[in-house]
Protein backbone atom coordinates (compact mmCIF):
# COMPACT_ATOMS: atom_id res chain seq x y z
CA UNK A 1 0.00 0.00 0.00
CA UNK A 2 1.36 3.82 -0.78
CA UNK A 3 2.00 5.65 2.47
CA UNK A 4 2.10 9.44 2.53
CA UNK A 5 3.28 12.06 4.76
CA UNK A 6 1.94 15.79 4.52
CA UNK A 7 4.14 18.12 6.42
CA UNK A 8 2.34 21.28 7.48
CA UNK A 9 2.59 24.63 5.92
CA UNK A 10 5.80 25.99 5.99
CA UNK A 11 7.38 29.42 4.34
CA UNK A 12 9.91 26.72 3.17
CA UNK A 13 10.32 23.00 3.55
CA UNK A 14 14.00 22.22 4.82
CA UNK A 15 13.99 18.86 4.87
CA UNK A 16 13.79 18.79 1.04
CA UNK A 17 16.95 18.43 -2.09
CA UNK A 18 18.31 15.27 -0.89
CA UNK A 19 18.83 12.56 -3.77
CA UNK A 20 17.32 9.59 -1.24
CA UNK A 21 14.23 11.66 -0.83
CA UNK A 22 11.28 11.25 -2.84
CA UNK A 23 8.86 13.88 -2.59
CA UNK A 24 6.58 16.79 -3.89
CA UNK A 25 7.48 20.22 -2.68
CA UNK A 26 3.53 22.04 -3.35
CA UNK A 27 3.83 25.56 -3.95
CA UNK A 28 1.09 27.21 -3.33
CA UNK A 29 0.74 30.99 -4.61
CA UNK A 30 -2.25 33.18 -5.97
CA UNK A 31 -3.43 36.50 -7.70
CA UNK A 32 -5.38 36.99 -5.03
CA UNK A 33 -5.27 39.54 -1.71
CA UNK A 34 -4.25 37.92 1.16
CA UNK A 35 -5.73 38.88 3.58
CA UNK A 36 -8.47 40.51 1.28
CA UNK A 37 -9.73 37.97 -1.07
CA UNK A 38 -8.95 34.86 1.49
CA UNK A 39 -7.33 34.49 4.69
CA UNK A 40 -6.59 30.63 4.73
CA UNK A 41 -5.08 27.62 2.33
CA UNK A 42 -5.88 24.54 2.90
CA UNK A 43 -4.16 21.87 1.44
CA UNK A 44 -5.53 18.45 0.97
CA UNK A 45 -3.16 15.39 -0.36
CA UNK A 46 -4.55 11.58 -0.49
CA UNK A 47 -2.91 8.36 -1.23
CA UNK A 48 -3.84 4.97 0.70
CA UNK A 49 -5.55 7.84 3.51
CA UNK A 50 -6.25 11.18 3.23
CA UNK A 51 -4.52 13.35 5.62
CA UNK A 52 -5.36 17.27 5.62
CA UNK A 53 -2.68 19.99 6.23
CA UNK A 54 -4.11 23.78 7.34
CA UNK A 55 -2.54 27.12 7.21
CA UNK A 56 -3.42 30.14 7.84
CA UNK A 57 -2.35 33.00 6.03
CA UNK A 58 -4.05 36.18 8.20
CA UNK A 59 -3.39 37.31 11.61
CA UNK A 60 -0.18 37.63 13.20
CA UNK A 61 0.77 34.25 11.98
CA UNK A 62 0.07 35.14 8.39
CA UNK A 63 3.07 35.07 5.70
CA UNK A 64 2.88 36.27 2.51
CA UNK A 65 2.97 34.13 -0.39
CA UNK A 66 4.45 31.33 -2.32
CA UNK A 67 3.86 28.86 1.15
CA UNK A 68 4.75 25.14 0.59
CA UNK A 69 3.76 21.75 1.45
CA UNK A 70 6.31 18.71 1.18
CA UNK A 71 4.64 15.54 0.00
CA UNK A 72 7.17 12.50 1.26
CA UNK A 73 6.95 9.19 -0.21
CA UNK A 74 7.52 6.74 2.02
CA UNK A 75 6.89 2.99 0.55
CA UNK A 76 5.04 1.37 -2.05
CA UNK A 77 3.75 2.85 -5.79
CA UNK A 78 4.39 5.98 -7.07
CA UNK A 79 1.12 7.01 -7.79
CA UNK A 80 -1.27 8.63 -7.92
CA UNK A 81 -1.26 11.19 -5.50
CA UNK A 82 -4.03 13.62 -5.47
CA UNK A 83 -3.60 17.11 -4.38
CA UNK A 84 -6.38 19.72 -3.68
CA UNK A 85 -5.11 23.41 -2.69
CA UNK A 86 -7.98 25.38 -1.60
CA UNK A 87 -9.04 29.32 -0.71
CA UNK A 88 -10.97 30.24 2.21
CA UNK A 89 -12.11 33.45 3.02
CA UNK A 90 -14.58 33.26 6.87
CA UNK A 91 -14.35 29.53 6.32
CA UNK A 92 -15.91 29.44 2.61
CA UNK A 93 -14.36 28.09 -0.18
CA UNK A 94 -13.67 31.16 -2.66
CA UNK A 95 -11.02 29.35 -5.06
CA UNK A 96 -9.84 25.92 -5.76
CA UNK A 97 -6.98 23.77 -7.50
CA UNK A 98 -6.59 20.15 -7.79
CA UNK A 99 -3.70 18.34 -9.33
CA UNK A 100 -3.39 14.49 -10.17
CA UNK A 101 0.36 13.17 -10.28
CA UNK A 102 3.09 10.80 -9.00
CA UNK A 103 6.35 11.07 -7.81
CA UNK A 104 9.72 10.10 -9.27
CA UNK A 105 11.63 7.45 -7.34
CA UNK A 106 14.52 9.76 -5.51
CA UNK A 107 13.49 12.90 -6.43
CA UNK A 108 11.79 16.42 -5.24
CA UNK A 109 9.38 17.78 -7.38
CA UNK A 110 8.61 21.05 -7.26
CA UNK A 111 4.25 21.34 -8.05
CA UNK A 112 3.04 25.09 -8.65
CA UNK A 113 -0.41 25.09 -7.49
CA UNK A 114 -1.99 28.86 -8.78
CA UNK A 115 -5.09 29.70 -6.91
CA UNK A 116 -6.21 31.88 -10.05
CA UNK A 117 -8.74 35.02 -9.39
CA UNK A 118 -10.05 34.08 -12.78
CA UNK A 119 -11.31 30.53 -11.38
CA UNK A 120 -13.48 32.22 -8.39
CA UNK A 121 -16.53 30.14 -7.43
CA UNK A 122 -15.50 28.20 -10.21
CA UNK A 123 -16.95 24.39 -10.26
CA UNK A 124 -15.50 21.65 -12.70
CA UNK A 125 -16.20 17.94 -13.04
CA UNK A 126 -14.21 14.96 -12.22
CA UNK A 127 -10.54 15.21 -13.09
CA UNK A 128 -10.36 18.13 -14.07
CA UNK A 129 -9.54 21.40 -12.59
CA UNK A 130 -9.73 25.30 -13.44
CA UNK A 131 -7.46 27.40 -15.45
CA UNK A 132 -7.91 30.08 -16.94
CA UNK A 133 -11.43 29.94 -15.99
CA UNK A 134 -11.51 27.04 -17.94
CA UNK A 135 -12.22 23.55 -16.71
CA UNK A 136 -9.19 21.36 -18.49
CA UNK A 137 -7.76 18.24 -17.01
CA UNK A 138 -6.30 17.94 -13.31
CA UNK A 139 -3.62 15.37 -14.83
CA UNK A 140 -0.08 16.07 -14.53
CA UNK A 141 2.67 14.15 -15.91
CA UNK A 142 5.92 14.18 -13.49
CA UNK A 143 8.34 14.25 -16.24
CA UNK A 144 6.87 17.92 -17.04
CA UNK A 145 8.04 18.91 -13.24
CA UNK A 146 10.83 20.32 -12.28
CA UNK A 147 12.99 19.68 -9.78
CA UNK A 148 13.64 21.73 -6.66
CA UNK A 149 17.05 23.13 -6.39
CA UNK A 150 16.86 24.98 -2.76
CA UNK A 151 15.13 28.22 -4.49
CA UNK A 152 10.42 28.14 -3.75
CA UNK A 153 9.87 29.78 -6.82
CA UNK A 154 7.20 32.63 -7.27
CA UNK A 155 4.26 31.74 -10.18
CA UNK A 156 2.37 35.09 -9.95
CA UNK A 157 4.93 37.23 -10.96
CA UNK A 158 5.94 39.35 -8.20
CA UNK A 159 9.25 40.15 -6.60
CA UNK A 160 10.94 38.26 -4.02
CA UNK A 161 12.94 34.89 -4.94
CA UNK A 162 11.12 34.54 -7.94
CA UNK A 163 13.61 32.69 -10.75
CA UNK A 164 11.38 32.52 -13.89
CA UNK A 165 11.68 29.53 -15.99
CA UNK A 166 11.06 29.36 -19.34
CA UNK A 167 7.45 29.50 -20.28
CA UNK A 168 5.05 26.28 -20.23
CA UNK A 169 1.30 25.62 -21.31
CA UNK A 170 0.42 24.74 -18.38
CA UNK A 171 -2.04 27.99 -16.77
CA UNK A 172 1.15 29.41 -14.72
CA UNK A 173 3.28 32.28 -15.33
CA UNK A 174 6.55 30.35 -15.42
CA UNK A 175 8.56 33.32 -15.99
CA UNK A 176 7.69 35.53 -14.02
CA UNK A 177 6.45 38.03 -16.32
CA UNK A 178 2.98 38.48 -14.91
CA UNK A 179 0.98 36.82 -17.95
CA UNK A 180 0.29 32.87 -18.01
CA UNK A 181 0.94 30.95 -21.27
CA UNK A 182 1.80 34.57 -23.12
CA UNK A 183 3.92 32.62 -25.54
CA UNK A 184 1.02 30.30 -27.01
CA UNK A 185 -1.32 31.07 -29.22
CA UNK A 186 -4.14 28.71 -28.61
CA UNK A 187 -5.88 29.82 -31.79
CA UNK A 188 -3.78 28.23 -33.84
CA UNK A 189 -1.01 26.25 -31.64
CA UNK A 190 -1.57 22.70 -32.82
CA UNK A 191 -0.15 21.56 -29.68
CA UNK A 192 -1.98 23.32 -27.42
CA UNK A 193 -5.28 24.37 -29.33
CA UNK A 194 -7.63 25.99 -27.25
CA UNK A 195 -6.19 24.60 -24.00
CA UNK A 196 -2.87 24.18 -22.54
CA UNK A 197 -2.03 20.18 -23.72
CA UNK A 198 -4.72 19.74 -26.10
CA UNK A 199 -2.93 18.62 -28.71
CA UNK A 200 -4.48 18.41 -32.68
CA UNK A 201 -3.46 14.58 -33.16
CA UNK A 202 -6.18 12.92 -35.11
CA UNK A 203 -5.81 8.92 -36.63
CA UNK A 204 -4.82 9.12 -40.25
CA UNK A 205 -5.51 12.82 -40.92
CA UNK A 206 -3.36 16.14 -41.38
CA UNK A 207 -4.84 18.41 -38.81
CA UNK A 208 -4.33 22.39 -38.24
CA UNK A 209 -5.66 24.52 -34.96
CA UNK A 210 -8.18 26.95 -36.40
CA UNK A 211 -9.96 29.94 -33.80
CA UNK A 212 -8.72 27.07 -31.03
CA UNK A 213 -10.73 23.90 -32.51
CA UNK A 214 -8.75 21.17 -34.74
CA UNK A 215 -9.61 20.68 -37.74
CA UNK A 216 -8.65 18.43 -40.21
CA UNK A 217 -7.37 19.71 -43.37
CA UNK A 218 -6.08 16.20 -45.19
CA UNK A 219 -6.70 12.22 -44.94
CA UNK A 220 -3.71 9.58 -45.06
CA UNK A 221 -3.59 7.84 -48.13
CA UNK A 222 -6.17 5.03 -47.92
CA UNK A 223 -8.37 7.18 -45.46
CA UNK A 224 -11.52 8.94 -45.47
CA UNK A 225 -13.21 11.78 -43.02
CA UNK A 226 -16.91 9.66 -44.01
CA UNK A 227 -18.69 11.07 -40.76
CA UNK A 228 -17.04 14.91 -41.50
CA UNK A 229 -16.39 15.16 -37.25
CA UNK A 230 -13.00 16.68 -36.85
CA UNK A 231 -13.05 14.70 -33.27
CA UNK A 232 -11.74 11.12 -35.06
CA UNK A 233 -9.92 12.30 -38.14
CA UNK A 234 -10.04 10.29 -40.88
CA UNK A 235 -11.74 7.38 -39.53
CA UNK A 236 -12.37 5.02 -41.95
CA UNK A 237 -10.35 2.92 -43.66
CA UNK A 238 -11.10 2.28 -47.46
CA UNK A 239 -9.97 -1.35 -47.67
CA UNK A 240 -12.90 -1.89 -45.14
CA UNK A 241 -15.68 -4.06 -47.33
CA UNK A 242 -18.60 -1.22 -46.45
CA UNK A 243 -16.14 1.35 -47.61
CA UNK A 244 -14.46 -0.08 -50.76
CA UNK A 245 -12.20 2.79 -51.88
CA UNK A 246 -14.65 5.75 -50.72
CA UNK A 247 -17.12 6.79 -48.48
CA UNK A 248 -20.40 4.41 -48.47
CA UNK A 249 -18.82 1.98 -51.53
CA UNK A 250 -20.27 -1.37 -49.48
CA UNK A 251 -18.79 -4.63 -51.20
CA UNK A 252 -22.37 -7.04 -51.40
CA UNK A 253 -21.76 -9.64 -53.49
CA UNK A 254 -23.91 -12.37 -54.51
CA UNK A 255 -23.52 -15.86 -52.74
CA UNK A 256 -20.27 -14.71 -50.77
CA UNK A 257 -18.57 -13.29 -48.23
CA UNK A 258 -16.98 -10.31 -49.88
CA UNK A 259 -13.62 -8.29 -48.75
CA UNK A 260 -11.73 -4.87 -49.69
CA UNK A 261 -8.64 -5.66 -51.49
CA UNK A 262 -6.70 -2.08 -52.28
CA UNK A 263 -9.61 -0.44 -52.33
CA UNK A 264 -11.51 -2.66 -54.99
CA UNK A 265 -14.24 -5.34 -53.84
CA UNK A 266 -13.33 -8.75 -53.82
CA UNK A 267 -14.24 -12.35 -53.27
CA UNK A 268 -13.27 -13.60 -49.97
CA UNK A 269 -15.23 -16.93 -49.62
CA UNK A 270 -17.71 -18.31 -50.97
CA UNK A 271 -21.28 -19.10 -49.43
CA UNK A 272 -21.55 -23.25 -48.84
CA UNK A 273 -22.93 -24.74 -52.17
CA UNK A 274 -21.49 -22.23 -54.12
CA UNK A 275 -18.40 -21.47 -56.35
CA UNK A 276 -16.78 -18.36 -58.44
CA UNK A 277 -16.36 -20.73 -61.50
CA UNK A 278 -16.04 -17.71 -63.93
CA UNK A 279 -12.90 -15.87 -62.39
CA UNK A 280 -15.24 -12.59 -61.69
CA UNK A 281 -15.76 -10.92 -58.81
CA UNK A 282 -18.54 -8.60 -59.82
CA UNK A 283 -21.08 -11.48 -59.84
CA UNK A 284 -19.82 -13.11 -56.84
CA UNK A 285 -20.17 -16.83 -56.37
CA UNK A 286 -22.47 -17.32 -59.51
CA UNK A 287 -22.04 -20.35 -60.16
CA UNK A 288 -24.29 -23.47 -57.87
CA UNK A 289 -22.52 -26.21 -57.29
CA UNK A 290 -25.41 -28.41 -57.00
CA UNK A 291 -25.77 -28.60 -61.01
CA UNK A 292 -25.55 -31.78 -63.47
CA UNK A 293 -22.68 -29.60 -64.68
CA UNK A 294 -21.12 -28.12 -61.70
CA UNK A 295 -21.75 -30.48 -59.24
CA UNK A 296 -19.82 -30.26 -56.34
CA UNK A 297 -16.87 -28.35 -58.16
CA UNK A 298 -16.80 -25.99 -60.70
CA UNK A 299 -16.70 -27.98 -64.10
CA UNK A 300 -17.82 -31.25 -62.50
CA UNK A 301 -20.22 -32.75 -64.76
CA UNK A 302 -22.41 -35.74 -63.95
CA UNK A 303 -23.07 -38.66 -66.72
CA UNK A 304 -24.66 -41.80 -64.99
CA UNK A 305 -25.32 -45.13 -67.08
CA UNK A 306 -29.16 -45.41 -68.05
CA UNK A 307 -30.26 -42.94 -65.69
CA UNK A 308 -30.80 -38.86 -66.09
CA UNK A 309 -28.30 -37.84 -63.73
CA UNK A 310 -28.78 -34.94 -61.68
CA UNK A 311 -26.38 -33.07 -58.40
CA UNK A 312 -27.32 -33.77 -54.62
CA UNK A 313 -25.67 -31.77 -51.96
CA UNK A 314 -22.79 -31.15 -53.99
CA UNK A 315 -22.78 -35.35 -55.77
CA UNK A 316 -23.45 -36.71 -58.69
CA UNK A 317 -27.17 -38.55 -58.24
CA UNK A 318 -29.86 -40.40 -60.08
CA UNK A 319 -33.11 -38.12 -60.94
CA UNK A 320 -34.35 -40.74 -62.62
CA UNK A 321 -33.69 -44.42 -64.31
CA UNK A 322 -33.89 -45.00 -67.87
CA UNK A 323 -36.86 -47.33 -68.46
CA UNK A 324 -36.67 -51.08 -67.98
CA UNK A 325 -33.50 -50.47 -65.47
CA UNK A 326 -33.23 -50.12 -61.87
CA UNK A 327 -30.60 -48.56 -59.67
CA UNK A 328 -30.44 -51.73 -57.80
CA UNK A 329 -27.26 -51.89 -55.37
CA UNK A 330 -28.90 -48.05 -54.17
CA UNK A 331 -25.14 -46.73 -55.03
CA UNK A 332 -25.27 -43.41 -57.62
CA UNK A 333 -22.05 -44.16 -59.09
CA UNK A 334 -22.79 -47.12 -61.39
CA UNK A 335 -26.35 -45.59 -62.47
CA UNK A 336 -28.78 -47.79 -63.34
CA UNK A 337 -26.95 -50.98 -63.38
CA UNK A 338 -30.06 -53.48 -63.52
CA UNK A 339 -32.08 -54.66 -66.46
CA UNK A 340 -35.66 -55.11 -64.97
CA UNK A 341 -36.92 -57.70 -67.17
CA UNK A 342 -35.46 -60.66 -65.88
CA UNK A 343 -37.01 -63.29 -63.48
CA UNK A 344 -35.09 -62.01 -60.27
CA UNK A 345 -35.56 -58.32 -61.39
CA UNK A 346 -39.14 -58.30 -63.32
CA UNK A 347 -40.24 -54.56 -63.31
CA UNK A 348 -38.59 -53.37 -60.23
CA UNK A 349 -35.30 -53.89 -58.08
CA UNK A 350 -35.65 -57.57 -56.47
CA UNK A 351 -39.48 -57.98 -57.47
CA UNK A 352 -39.15 -61.86 -58.38
CA UNK A 353 -41.15 -63.43 -61.62
CA UNK A 354 -42.32 -66.77 -59.76
CA UNK A 355 -45.81 -67.38 -60.18
CA UNK A 356 -47.81 -70.36 -59.10
CA UNK A 357 -48.18 -73.37 -60.98
CA UNK A 358 -47.26 -71.49 -64.26
CA UNK A 359 -44.52 -71.21 -66.81
CA UNK A 360 -43.28 -67.33 -66.23
CA UNK A 361 -42.06 -64.37 -68.52
CA UNK A 362 -40.53 -61.59 -68.31
CA UNK A 363 -39.33 -60.42 -71.77
CA UNK A 364 -41.76 -57.36 -71.51
CA UNK A 365 -40.94 -55.73 -68.06
CA UNK A 366 -43.99 -57.27 -66.39
CA UNK A 367 -44.30 -61.02 -64.57
CA UNK A 368 -46.64 -63.09 -67.34
CA UNK A 369 -48.01 -66.70 -67.54
CA UNK A 370 -46.90 -68.22 -70.57
CA UNK A 371 -47.84 -71.73 -70.02
CA UNK A 372 -50.21 -73.24 -67.09
CA UNK A 373 -49.12 -76.26 -65.95
CA UNK A 374 -51.27 -78.75 -66.30
CA UNK A 375 -54.28 -79.10 -64.30
CA UNK A 376 -54.49 -75.25 -63.47
CA UNK A 377 -55.89 -72.66 -64.71
CA UNK A 378 -55.33 -68.73 -64.27
CA UNK A 379 -59.29 -68.15 -64.16
CA UNK A 380 -58.87 -64.34 -61.99
CA UNK A 381 -56.91 -63.18 -64.95
CA UNK A 382 -54.49 -61.92 -62.34
CA UNK A 383 -50.88 -61.92 -62.90
CA UNK A 384 -49.39 -61.60 -59.52
CA UNK A 385 -51.18 -65.25 -58.13
CA UNK A 386 -50.48 -67.73 -61.38
CA UNK A 387 -52.28 -70.39 -62.10
CA UNK A 388 -54.49 -69.83 -59.10
CA UNK A 389 -57.33 -72.76 -60.10
CA UNK A 390 -57.01 -76.34 -59.92
CA UNK A 391 -58.90 -77.62 -62.13
CA UNK A 392 -59.88 -80.73 -61.60
CA UNK A 393 -62.93 -79.33 -59.15
CA UNK A 394 -67.14 -78.87 -59.62
CA UNK A 395 -66.81 -75.36 -59.94
CA UNK A 396 -63.84 -75.59 -62.19
CA UNK A 397 -63.72 -78.87 -64.19
CA UNK A 398 -61.35 -79.06 -67.00
CA UNK A 399 -61.64 -75.08 -67.32
CA UNK A 400 -61.75 -71.87 -65.78
CA UNK A 401 -65.99 -71.52 -65.22
CA UNK A 402 -66.94 -74.65 -66.07
CA UNK A 403 -69.34 -76.61 -63.51
CA UNK A 404 -69.78 -80.23 -62.95
CA UNK A 405 -73.24 -80.18 -62.18
CA UNK A 406 -75.09 -83.10 -63.53
CA UNK A 407 -79.08 -84.14 -63.45
CA UNK A 408 -79.93 -87.13 -60.92
CA UNK A 409 -76.32 -87.94 -60.02
CA UNK A 410 -73.51 -87.49 -57.62
CA UNK A 411 -70.66 -86.07 -60.20
CA UNK A 412 -66.64 -86.25 -59.92
CA UNK A 413 -64.58 -84.07 -61.65
CA UNK A 414 -61.20 -85.83 -60.31
CA UNK A 415 -59.61 -86.11 -63.68
CA UNK A 416 -60.50 -83.29 -64.96
CA UNK A 417 -63.48 -84.63 -66.85
CA UNK A 418 -67.09 -84.12 -65.67
CA UNK A 419 -67.83 -87.77 -64.24
CA UNK A 420 -71.03 -89.63 -62.84
CA UNK A 421 -69.71 -91.35 -59.69
CA UNK A 422 -73.34 -92.80 -58.93
CA UNK A 423 -76.54 -92.18 -60.06
CA UNK A 424 -79.68 -91.27 -57.60
CA UNK A 425 -81.76 -94.31 -56.32
CA UNK A 426 -84.24 -95.29 -58.93
CA UNK A 427 -82.16 -93.69 -61.23
CA UNK A 428 -79.61 -94.91 -64.57
CA UNK A 429 -77.57 -93.82 -66.79
CA UNK A 430 -78.31 -96.20 -69.62
CA UNK A 431 -77.14 -94.25 -72.46
CA UNK A 432 -73.72 -94.45 -70.83
CA UNK A 433 -73.27 -90.76 -71.71
CA UNK A 434 -72.45 -88.41 -68.35
CA UNK A 435 -73.64 -85.26 -69.85
CA UNK A 436 -77.41 -85.73 -69.60
CA UNK A 437 -76.81 -87.74 -65.82
CA UNK A 438 -78.68 -90.30 -65.00
CA UNK A 439 -81.35 -90.23 -67.47
CA UNK A 440 -83.83 -92.68 -66.92
CA UNK A 441 -85.97 -93.43 -64.29
CA UNK A 442 -85.89 -97.21 -63.68
CA UNK A 443 -88.86 -97.26 -61.45
CA UNK A 444 -90.93 -97.21 -64.68
CA UNK A 445 -88.83 -97.32 -67.91
CA UNK A 446 -90.37 -100.36 -69.91
CA UNK A 447 -86.87 -100.60 -71.85
CA UNK A 448 -84.96 -100.47 -68.82
CA UNK A 449 -87.07 -101.79 -65.78
CA UNK A 450 -85.17 -102.13 -62.66
CA UNK A 451 -81.85 -101.65 -64.47
CA UNK A 452 -80.76 -100.89 -67.74
CA UNK A 453 -81.43 -102.63 -70.68
CA UNK A 454 -84.14 -104.86 -69.03
CA UNK A 455 -87.26 -105.02 -71.11
CA UNK A 456 -90.79 -105.09 -70.57
CA UNK A 457 -92.37 -107.36 -73.30
CA UNK A 458 -95.57 -105.42 -74.93
CA UNK A 459 -98.23 -105.30 -74.98
CA UNK A 460 -99.36 -107.17 -71.69
CA UNK A 461 -96.03 -106.41 -70.14
CA UNK A 462 -94.98 -103.27 -68.93
CA UNK A 463 -92.89 -101.43 -65.72
CA UNK A 464 -93.80 -101.13 -62.61
CA UNK A 465 -92.03 -100.30 -59.56
CA UNK A 466 -88.74 -101.57 -61.30
CA UNK A 467 -90.77 -105.20 -62.39
CA UNK A 468 -92.37 -105.88 -65.84
CA UNK A 469 -95.92 -106.90 -64.93
Known amino acids: MRSVVVATLAALLLSCGGDDVTELLVVVDSDLAVPGDMDTIRVQVSGSVTMTATGELSGPRGLPLPRTVGVVHTGGPLGPVEIVVQGLSTGAVVVERRASTSFRDGKTLVLPMFLSRSCMHMTCGDGQTCVNALCVTSTVDPATLGEYNGTVPRIDGGTGGCEGVPERCNGLDDDCDRSVDEDFDLDADPINCGACGTACNRPNSTVACNAGSCEVTGCAPGFGDCNMDDADGCEVDFTDSGNCGGCGVTCDLPNATAGCDMGAC ?87 CDLANATESCATGRCEVTTCDAGFGDCNGMRADGCERALNTLSDCGMCGRSCNLSNATESCATGTCEIAMCAPGRGNCDGMAMNGCEINLSSDDNNCGMCGIVCVAPDNDCRSYVCR
Open 266 to 352: GIESCDAGFDNCNGSPADGCEAALDTATDCGACGTTCTLANATAGCDAGACAIESCDAGYGDCNADSTDGCETPLDTPTDCGGCGMA
